[in-house]
C-alpha cells in the first residue's frame, strides 16, 4: 500500500492527506475552472482595455579605459587601466536617473506639453489636493509641471546594468513608441552632458582655487628670495659657483697644501739621501741626477779612459815614469771635477727641500687664518642654507602649483566623459505593455493556482455533509444508504407517461391519484426496480428488517432536520418498497402543517388524519387504497385549525390511532415533520417504533445534523440510523467512493434499452 503524507505541520489539517487534497481538487474543478475562465477573460479584457506601452532601449558603456586626447603629464600612460568598481558603476546608474538628468530631457523634449507625461488625477486626487494645497500655493506653476513630468518620467524610466559588464540599458516607457526612442537617446545625451559639466565644474573651480594659490604662493617666494640676498648681503656671503668665497678659497688652499706637502716630503727625501752619502762618504755617482748629467757622464768616460791609459803606461813604463805620473795627476783633477759637479747637485736638492718646506709652511699659515674666518661666518651661513632651503620649497611648491595650474586651464575645455552610447534606441514596433499571450499564458495557471486554493478553503470551510462516515460521527448512528439525485432527464422521461392518464383523469375525493399522475420521485422505485435508487431504499428496508429480530418495528418514523431534506420521498418509495412485497402498508401523513405527501399522492382527499382524531371521519373513510401498488394512505389534507393542529402530536389521540392502525397493517410509514424547526416530531416518536433521520446531501450543516441528533436524544434507542438523500453519485466518489453505490453502476438495468424494446 503506497505511504500518503499527512498534512499535520498545517494548522487545521489534520489527518488530511495528498490523496485527499487530490479528491478535493477534483470535486471541485467546476469552481476551479470557473476561476481560472474568469481569470482568463480579466486577461483578455485588460489587454483589450490597457492602452499599450512601447518601450525603447539606449545601451551606455562606462569606459573607465577611454584614452585622455591631450596627455599633459609625460609621465602618464596613453591608457589608464580600468578602475572603476562595482559602487562606481551604480552611482552612474542613479546618476542617469537623477532629476537633473531627467529636468534636462524635460526641457529639451518639452515633455510637460505632452499629455502622456502629464499626471493623470486618481480617485484621491481631491484629497491629496486639500493636505498639500499650503506647500504648493506659493510654487511656480511652470516648475511644478516641469517636477510632475520629472515624476511621470521616473516612474516610465528603468536604468539596469548588464550582470557585472561596464554596459548599463536605458529603457524608457511610453504609448508612443517613437516618443520612447526619442526620450531614450535624450537620457544618454543629457548623462554625457552631465558628466561634462560636472567634469568643467570640477576643474574650472581646480583652475580657480590653483589661481589663488599661485599668487599667495608668488609673493612667497619673492619674499624668501629677498631675505636669502638680504641676509647674505648682511654677512658678506658672496657665492661663486654656488659657494661662498670663503668656502672656495680654503678647497683651493687645502688642495695646494696636499700639493705642497708631497712636493715637500719628495725633497726631503732626497735631500736626506744625499745627507747620507754625504755622511758615510758613499760614491755620489748613484744619485739620479748624476746618473743624468752629460757632464758627470763626460767627466767619467775621460776618467775611465785615463785608468786605462795609466794601466798600459805602467805595465809598459812602470809606476815612476813621467807619462805615469803625467797620467795619475790627470786622474785627480778628473776627479775633482767629478766630486765638484755632484756637490753641485748636491746644494740643489737641498736647496729645493728648503724651497717646498717654506711653501708648505706658508700655505699652512694662509689655511689657518681662513679657518678662523669660515669659524667666525659659520653661523650665518647655516642661517643662510635655511633661508636658502625655504626659498628653494617655495620655488618648487610654485612651479608645481604653476604647471598644474596651466594643465587644468587647458583641459577646462576638453574634458571627455567616460562613457559612450554602444547602441541608440530606435523606435519599438511592439508593445511592451500587456502582452497578450503573457497575460493569458500568466492568468492561465494563476487563475488554476488561485481556483485551488479557493476550492481547497471552501471545501475545508464546507460544514455540509458529504459522506456517510461524516453523518455517523456526527450522530453516533450508522449511516444506511446514500439516495441518489435523479436527474431532470430521467423525470421527464417518466412524467411523460402519464399523459395519456391524465387526459382521462377524472376527479375522485376518495381516490388516490393515478399512479402515472403522481409526482415521478414518490414513485421512482416502480418506474425503476433495478436503479440505485432503489437499491437504496431495499438498504433502508433491510436495516428496519434487521431491526425487527431484535424488537417490534411495525411504526416507522422517518424525518429531517429541516424541510427539504427528501424525507417525503424517501417515506413514498420505503412504503411502496414494503408494498410490492405484498406486506400490508400504510403511510401517513405526520406533517399536518406542510402535507406534502398529501399534496402529491392524494390532493383532493377529504379527510384525513386531524379528522378522525377529531371525530369527524372514521379511519375507514380517511385511509385511501390504491389498487395498483396495494398502497394505503391515511393523509391529511390541508385545514385552517393549525392552533389545534399544534397540540395534535402531544394528544393521546395520536396514540390511539397509531394503536388502531397496528391491529390492520403490518407496517406503517410516518411521514413526520422536520426535527429543529417543529416539535411535533419529537412529540410522534414517542409512539413508534423506529426512526430514521433524512440527511440532504450537501445541504445540511453539520451543527445542524448534531443539534437534530441531540433533540432526539431522548428516543436514541429508536433511531435506526441516517439516509443521505439527493446524492450527486458522480460527485460523490470524490468523497467517499466506496459509499457511493459505484459498484452498482454495472448491475443496474438500462431503462432506455427497456422503453425501447417495449416500444
Known amino acids: 500500500m503506497a505511504y500518503e503524507p499527512e498534512l499535520s505541520h498545517v494548522p487545521g489539517w489534520e489527518g488530511v492527506t495528498l490523496s485527499e487534497i487530490f479528491r478535493i481538487l477534483r470535486r471541485r474543478v467546476a469552481l476551479i475552472v470557473l476561476t481560472t475562465i474568469f481569470f482568463a477573460a480579466a486577461a483578455t479584457i485588460a489587454v483589450v482595455m490597457i492602452k499599450p506601452l512601447y518601450t525603447a532601449t539606449a545601451t551606455v558603456l562606462i569606459d573607465p579605459r577611454r584614452p585622455n586626447v591631450i596627455n599633459l603629464d609625460a ?12 559602487a562606481t558603476i551604480e552611482s552612474q546608474v542613479l546618476l542617469t536617473q537623477s532629476v537633473s538628468v531627467l529636468r534636462r530631457v524635460v526641457d529639451d523634449l518639452k515633455l510637460t506639453e505632452d499629455p502622456d507625461f502629464m499626471p493623470k488625477p486618481g480617485l484621491l486626487a481631491p484629497i491629496k489636493r486639500l493636505f498639500a494645497q499650503n506647500a504648493t500655493q506659493n510654487a511656480d506653476p511652470r516648475e511644478a509641471a516641469r517636477m510632475a513630468a520629472v515624476s511621470v518620467l ?14 548599463v540599458d536605458i529603457n524608457v516607457s511610453a504609448h508612443n513608441p517613437e516618443t520612447t526612442a526619442r526620450i531614450a537617446n535624450a537620457i544618454s545625451a543629457a548623462y554625457f552632458a552631465e558628466l561634462v559639466r560636472s567634469k568643467s565644474d570640477a576643474t574650472k573651480m581646480a583652475a580657480g582655487w590653483l589661481n589663488q594659490q599661485l599668487n599667495d604662493l608668488k609673493a612667497r617666494v619673492l619674499a624668501s628670495d629677498k631675505a636669502v640676498e638680504e641676509f647674505r648681503g648682511a654677512h658678506n656671503l658672496t657665492l661663486s659657483q654656488g659657494e661662498t668665497v670663503n668656502s672656495q678659497q680654503i678647497t683651493d688652499l687645502n688642495s695646494k ?16 739621501q744625499v745627507a747620507e752619502i754625504a755622511k758615510t762618504n758613499a760614491d755620489p755617482g748613484s744619485l739620479s741626477e748624476a746618473l743624468a748629467s752629460e757632464t758627470i757622464a763626460r767627466l767619467r768616460g ?30 785627480r783633477d778628473t776627479q775633482k771635477l767629478i766630486s765638484a759637479e755632484v756637490q753641485r747637485i748636491l746644494q740643489s736638492r737641498r736647496h729645493s727641500y728648503e724651497v717646498a718646506a717654506a711653501r708648505e709652511a706658508s700655505l699652512e699659515k694662509s689655511l689657518a687664518a681662513l679657518q678662523n674666518i669660515s669659524t667666525e661666518s659659520g653661523q650665518a651661513e647655516v642661517r643662510l642654507r635655511e633661508l636658502q632651503r625655504e626659498a628653494d620649497a617655495n620655488r618648487a611648491l610654485y612651479e608645481s602649483f604653476l604647471s598644474r595650474y596651466k594643465e587644468a586651464s587647458a583641459r577646462e575645455s576638453l574634458d571627455l566623459p567616460e562613457a559612450r552610447t554602444v547602441t541608440a534606441a530606435n523606435a519599438p514596433t511592439q508593445p511592451s505593455f500587456p502582452k497578450g499571450w503573457l497575460f493569458l499564458g500568466l492568468a492561465i495557471p494563476f487563475g488554476a493556482a488561485f481556483g485551488s486554493i479557493i476550492a481547497i478553503a471552501v471545501d475545508r470551510f464546507d460544514r455540509r455533509i458529504k459522506t456517510i462516515d461524516q453523518v455517523e460521527s456526527i450522530s453516533g448512528v450508522p449511516g444506511i444508504a446514500s439516495l441518489p439525485l435523479v436527474g431532470l432527464r430521467e423525470l421527464s422521461r417518466i412524467t411523460k407517461r402519464g399523459r395519456d392518464e391524465l387526459a382521462r383523469y377524472r376527479e375522485q375525493p376518495t381516490r388516490m391519484l393515478p399512479l402515472a399522475l403522481q409526482p415521478p420521485l414518490m414513485r421512482y422505485i416502480i418506474e425503476e426496480p433495478n436503479s440505485v ?75 384525513g388524519l386531524f379528522d378522525v382524531a377529531l371525530g369527524r371521519a372514521s379511519l ?11 398502497l394505503s394512505i391515511l393523509p391529511a389534507p390541508s385545514s385552517d385549525e393549525l392552533e389545534s393542529m399544534s397540540e395534535f402530536a402531544f394528544s393521546d389521540s395520536i396514540r390511539i390511532i397509531l394503536g388502531e392502525l397496528r391491529r390492520h397493517y403490518d407496517i406503517i410509514i410516518v411521514d413526520a415533520p422536520p426535527l429543529v424547526p417543529l416539535v411535533d416530531s419529537r412529540a410522534l416518536g414517542e409512539h ?3 426512526i430514521v433521520l433524512a440527511v440532504g446531501w450537501d445541504r445540511a450543516p453539520q451543527d445542524l445534523i448534531a443539534r437534530a441528533i441531540e433533540l432526539l436524544s ?46
Request: aromatic fraction near 6%.
Open 257 to 272: 697644501l696636499v700639493e705642497a706637502r708631497a712636493e715637500a716630503a719628495q725633497a726631503q727625501a732626497k735631500y736626506d
Open 75 to 86: 609621465k602618464q600612460t596613453p591608457v589608464q587601466t580600468p578602475s572603476t568598481d562595482d
Open 620 to 630: 375507514q373513510q380517511a385511509i385511501l387504497f390504491d389498487t395498483a401498488t396495494s
Open 688 to 690: 413508534v417504533d423506529g
Open 154 to 167: 521616473q516612474s516610465r524610466l528603468k536604468v539596469a546594468r548588464q550582470r557585472t559588464s561596464f554596459l
Open 302 to 331: 775621460q776618467y775611465a779612459q785615463l785608468t786605462m791609459n795609466e794601466a798600459d803606461l805602467t805595465s809598459r813604463y812602470g809606476p815612476q815614469h813621467p807619462q805615469v805620473t803625467a797620467v795619475k795627476a790627470q786622474l
Open 533 to 607: 435508487f432503489a437499491e437504496a431504499i431495499r438498504a433502508v428496508r433491510l436495516s428496519v428488517q434487521r431491526a425487527a429480530r431484535t424488537r417490534p418495528m411495525q411504526t416507522i418514523m422517518l424525518t429531517s432536520a429541516i424541510e427539504g431534506e427528501g424525507k417525503t420521498t424517501l417515506a413514498a418509495n420505503l412504503a411502496l418498497s414494503y408494498a410490492m412485497m405484498g406486506v400490508r402498508t400504510l403511510i401517513v401523513e405526520g406533517d399536518l402543517r406542510n402535507p406534502q405527501l398529501t399534496r402529491s399522492l392524494c390532493p383532493n382527499a377529504e379527510w
Open 714 to 759: 431522548p428516543l436514541k434507542d429508536r433511531v435506526l440510523g441516517t439516509v443521505l438523500t439527493r446524492v450527486d453519485l458522480r460527485r460523490m466518489r470524490n468523497y467517499d467512493y466506496y459509499h457511493s453505490s459505484a459498484y452498482i453502476k454495472p448491475y443496474e438495468y438500462n431503462s432506455d434499452l427497456r422503453q425501447s424494446a417495449s416500444s
